[in-house]
């Protein structure tokens, strides 16, 4: 089931506060995302890509992901990053040109309004608070998803109560990276609307998740 946008809550992600914070972080967010590099690479292996299939990398960034996302769909395979941010997205395409990656389009654009062309076979959602927030970005993605596209998500989440000390570092993350506090319990509740066999897991002491799952294949026919 796609992810309906009455389910939009209220006080939610505010765009102009998140291009202002990134437009602020684009000279050292690289240095700043180096501590979840290896749950990075976590989530690239969950989505198993296969040579010459087309990723989803959903709020790509300065294009950290780009590398491993390349290594598994190889050289004929196609990414297609999302970047709302200029500021951001420039750096991405200094890294494509700067490796010379092949079959990787760029879009500038709010996730829910990227003018992506086709289905693609898998989706990554890398530190996108915001995004996850946001049922008409969601919406938007998933439509363009083949059925059984694999799809991983991770990022911020609250600890459990008791762990005050996380919960901190949690916050003080959070400030920098997210326009809304709102959701921070389960981030990946609304994308899991959309999604089958979804499995969820707490890293980090709690203070991340990394949840998959996969596209709803098409129902039989009857008669």
């Known amino acids: 089931m796609i992810v309906s946008s009455s389910a939009k809550p209220p006080r ?28 990075r690479r976590k989530a690239v292996d969950r989505l198993a890509l296969q040579r010459g299939e087309t990723v989803l990398d959903v709020g ?25 941010s200029p500021e951001m997205i420039a750096r ?10 092949r079959h ?18 898998a989706a990554l959602f890398h530190f996108t608070h915001d995004i996850l927030r946001r049922p008409e970005a969601l919406n938007h993605v998933l439509q363009h998803l083949k059925p059984g596209a694999r ?12 762990a005050l000390p996380v919960n901190l570092a949690v916050l003080g ?36 998740f990394l949840a998959e799952g996969s596209c709803p294949m098409p129902a039989p026919a009857l008669g």
């Not at 993350?173 to 897991?201: F, I, N």
């Open 12 to 39: 939610g992600p505010d765009r102009a506060a998140a291009l202002s914070q990134y437009r602020r972080r684009a000279g050292i967010y690289d240095l700043e995302l180096a501590l979840f590099e290896p749950l």
């Open 60 to 84: 790509c960034g300065t294009g950290l992901s780009l590398a491993l996302l390349k290594q598994g769909v190889g050289a004929s395979g196609h990414i297609i990053g999302i970047e709302q």
């Open 92 to 101: 991405a395409r200094a890294r494509v040109a700067q490796h010379r990656y």
């Open 104 to 121: 990787v389009r760029l879009m500038c654009a709010p996730a829910e309004e990227a003018p992506i062309v086709g289905l693609a076979d």
């Open 151 to 162: 799809v991983v998500a991770t990022g911020l989440q609250w600890a459990a109560v008791w």
């Open 173 to 208: 993350a959070a400030l920098r990276s997210v326009s809304s506090l709102q959701g921070l319990r389960r981030p990946w509740s609304l994308l899991a609307q959309g999604l089958e066999a979804v499995e969820v897991q707490s890293l980090m002491l709690g203070a991340v």
